[in-house]
T-cell receptor
Framework: DAMVIQNPRYQVTQFGKPVTLSCSQTLNHNVMYWYQQKSSQAPKLLFHYYDKDFNNEADTPDNFQSRRPNTSFCFLDIRSPGLGDAAMYLC????????????FGPGTRLTVL | AQSVTQLGSHVSVSEGALVLLRCNYSSSVPPYLFWYVQYPNQGLQLLLKYTSAATLVKGINGFEAEFKKSETSFHLTKPSAHMSDAAEYFCAVSGQGAQKLVFGQGTRLTINP
């Protein structure tokens, strides 16, 4: 089945230690998104790629970076995680055609010690 | 600009009772509207979407929603709640040409036995 895959599902890191979260898709969608979701809140868009074009949200901290080496993969890099970065990180994909629905992966739960 | 308001951060119903989750939107362009469901420690799953075809939209798991332009509403209903419906529900809006979704704050649905 076509899907969005996130690895790992659970990630523990130390304060200030860089961490990378991974997302891959078999849907061949041209748009990939990264969201941060804290407890009992809606997902917050960090940035997205339309093909190779990177689109950063204005309020995304510089501590968060992303890479998309090809259509299938996208990475979220947190350069120096703080305690406030502990959250669920969701990857999603979408197409510009049609109803603009997004397809979400299962998420990575990040814990910062 | 687009926005979504979900009335009620927490809704509780008895098993077998009607489920009604409210969503009002604001959009300067004809909207696309979505309902997503999120189970604990999971990503978001699309329940249904409105893309300017039929105003009554049927989704998965027995849910449906009606687009009412005059009321700028897109409320989610299910005739008979099941214990497995307990989850967080998000309403979202996007517009023609938009690459992003705007989410409501979410409604946590609890089902009482």
């Amino acid at each position: 089945d076509a899907m969005v895959i996130q690895n790992p599902r659970y990630q523990v890191t130390q304060f200030g230690k860089p961490v990378t979260l991974s997302c891959s898709q078999t849907l061949n969608h041209n748009v990939m998104y990264w969201y941060q979701q804290k407890s009992s809140q809606a997902p917050k868009l960090l940035f997205h790629y339309y093909d190779k074009d990177f689109n950063n949200e204005a309020d995304t901290p510089d501590n968060f970076q992303s890479r998309r080496p090809n259509t299938s993969f996208c990475f979220l890099d947190i350069r120096s995680p703080g305690l406030g970065d502990a959250a669920m990180y969701l990857c999603a994909t979408g197409r510009l055609a049609g109803g603009h629905e997004q397809f979400f992966g299962p998420g990575t739960r990040l814990t910062v010690l | 600009a687009q926005s979504v308001t979900q009335l009620g951060s927490h809704v509780s119903v008895s098993e077998g009772a009607l489920v009604l989750l409210r969503c009002n939107y604001s959009s300067s362009v004809p909207p696309y509207l979505f309902w997503y469901v999120q189970y604990p420690n999971q990503g978001l799953q699309l329940l249904l979407k409105y893309t300017s075809a039929a105003t009554l939209v049927k989704g998965i798991n027995g849910f449906e929603a009606e687009f009412k332009k005059s009321e700028t509403s897109f409320h989610l209903t299910k005739p008979s709640a099941h214990m497995s419906d307990a989850a967080e529900y998000f309403c979202a809006v996007s517009g023609q040409g938009a690459q992003k979704l705007v989410f409501g704050q979410g409604t946590r649905l609890t089902i009482n036995p």
